[in-house]
């Protein structure tokens, strides 16, 4: 067996010292290439390498083409304007430096090609290594450019090379959510990030037409995760970390004004947001819809259609579309008929056993704030969460009770549910009608708050002491639900086995030494063993 590890170790470092011996011949190369140009066709064994299927190797080639191709943009010894064909270079009349520069710069196309197919390789340092090569080739043909661009509006960036990369990380068969996050580096820079939204919105319409709207989980996802790392500065004077410096007529340059990042931006969710969703990803979006995406859009009020569909969906989709809908109604003034009609229909048992839980009481506490509403939508509003409340575990009651205390204290004409006279003891039936989804037709005046007195009998001690406080005169200062808003089953739990215990018990206890002569002797008088 010895024998066989030594062979395994001689073959291991023999292949170590034949990556070195590779790495360095190829830098070698580089070298030489760019000493004389006697040594241009070597750049064909680099661009082999870079097709080989060994992880190592093709890195180093990767590393090769970066520092070569680099080099010849700087010194601008690659072809610049419409690049004619190599064919056409060897018969047309172009002189020896011409004909040098377009076989390179075919090389150069040829290198960029290949880099945008390892975006897809099945090894993530190969797609690392090509992203970060493309992306520092992207900064080169920005300072030195190939093609003249619309100098009115683009300037010399290179946006036809972040359109294929951002292609090339859309993918419609391969989850790149490892590699976008490599590329949100990249995003940091105002130009970069400007490009890549446009790149989005044409990839998304493009893609999602071919397909004819239809749903496309992996590319909506990875479409998603590049977008979710967007963020738009909040002042035109944050934006100074640009990829390519402009060194004229920078200020009109659309990359460097802030409104129209905010309308790249808005144009790219709506282009998003206008196909047909997964259910998850729909949740997804909204979560974070209020704080990530409105803030920056130029007009937020283009997402009334989606939220208010969203809004119509039902279940937690309906519950997440809330803290969008409240943005719009408290800062834009939107108008939503029936919001409230829809919210008292969103109060179903499965509202307290959702994760938004904690979300939805928070946002329900706000829009059932004003002292303006009707008192028989209040009331609605109450006796449905009183009826809900008899099935419910005890983390959404301590939820709840302190909800339903603060509505009466709001609105004193509630009062009528806690003290309403009955004829003798004879039991009533109660009015409520909790099938109606019409908070105005569901008679919930005429009921009464009798839920919360079954309360009082609750297994748990929180949640019947809570209960009880109805009665007594409820104080005019209200409670703040913030406090038990995040409460878990198993914080409960640790806080109930952590209780010292406040009274000690009495015990008198005396070892017995024989069988029936313990305790003071009195089973041995009154029995004996015969």
């Not at 603060?406 to 004193?412: C, S, V, Y």
């Amino acid at each position: 067996m010895a024998p066989t590890k030594k062979r395994n170790v001689s073959s291991a470092k023999t292949t170590e010292q034949s990556i070195k011996i590779a790495k360095l011949d190829l830098s070698s190369k580089v070298d030489d290439i760019l000493e004389s140009r006697k040594h241009a066709n070597d750049v064909f064994d680099i661009l082999e390498v870079l097709q080989s299927e060994k992880e190592k190797s093709v890195i180093s080639a990767v590393d090769a083409c970066s520092r070569l191709f680099c080099s010849l943009l700087e010194r601008k010894e690659l072809f610049m304007g419409k690049l004619p064909a190599e064919d056409e270079a060897l018969s047309g009349g172009y002189s020896a430096e011409e004909k040098y520069r377009i076989f390179m710069r075919h090389r150069y196309s040829s290198c960029v090609e290949m880099l945008l197919e390892h975006l897809s390789h099945e090894l993530h340092g190969v797609k690392e290594s090509a992203l970060c090569c493309l992306m520092k080739f992207a900064a080169a043909e920005g300072q030195h450019p190939l093609e003249d661009l619309d100098w009115t509006e683009h300037y010399s960036f290179p946006r036809h090379l972040i359109q294929a990369v951002v292609d090339r990380l859309l993918s419609k068969t391969t989850d790149n959510s490892l590699l976008i996050s490599r590329f949100q580096e990249f995003l940091e820079m105002e130009d970069i990030r400007y490009y890549v939204m446009s790149s989005i919105r044409e990839s998304v319409g493009r893609v999602m037409d071919k397909n004819k709207g239809a749903v496309m989980l992996v590319y909506q996802s990875n479409v998603f995760t590049i977008m979710s790392n967007i963020s738009v500065p909040s002042q035109e004077s944050e934006l100074t970390n640009f990829m390519v410096k402009q060194e004229a007529k920078h200020e009109d340059w659309k990359a460097a004004k802030l409104l129209e990042h905010k309308r790249a931006f808005e144009r790219m969710w709506l282009g998003f947001l206008k196909y047909k969703l997964p259910s998850s990803m729909y949740k997804k979006v909204l979560v974070i819809l209020h704080d990530s995406i409105l803030p920056h859009m130029s007009k937020p009020t283009l997402m009334i259609d989606f939220l208010t569909a969203a809004y119509e969906v039902g279940g937690a989709i309906s519950l997440l579309a809330l803290n969008g809908l409240f943005v719009l109604i408290h800062q834009h003034n939107l108008d939503y008929p029936d919001f409230y009609k829809k919210l008292y229909n969103l109060l179903e048992p499965s509202v307290f056993h959702v994760k938004y839980r904690a979300r939805f009481f928070h946002l329900a506490n706000i829009f059932l704030s004003s002292s303006h509403l009707p008192v028989y939508l209040v009331a609605a509003f109450a006796k449905r969460l009183a009826r809900l409340a008899l099935t419910a575990p005890p983390t959404a009651l301590l939820i709840v009770l302190p909800f339903l205390y603060n509505l009466i204290r709001r609105h004193p004409s509630c009062r009528v549910l806690i003290h309403r006279p009955s004829a003798g003891d004879e039991p009533l039936e109660d009015s409520y009608l909790m099938d109606e989804e019409d908070p105005a037709q569901c008679r919930a005046l005429e009921s009464s708050l009798w839920e919360i007195k079954t309360l009082q009998k609750h297994y748990h001690p929180d949640v019947a002491k809570a209960a009880m406080l109805i009665n007594t005169p409820l104080s005019e200062r209200e409670d703040d639900i913030d406090a038990v808003l995040e409460i878990t089953t198993y914080e409960m739990m640790e806080r109930d086995l952590k209780q010292t215990q406040i009274k000690s018990i009495p015990l008198e206890f005396e070892t017995a030494t024989q069988l029936l002569r313990g305790g003071g002797d009195v089973l041995g008088q009154h029995f004996c063993l015969d």
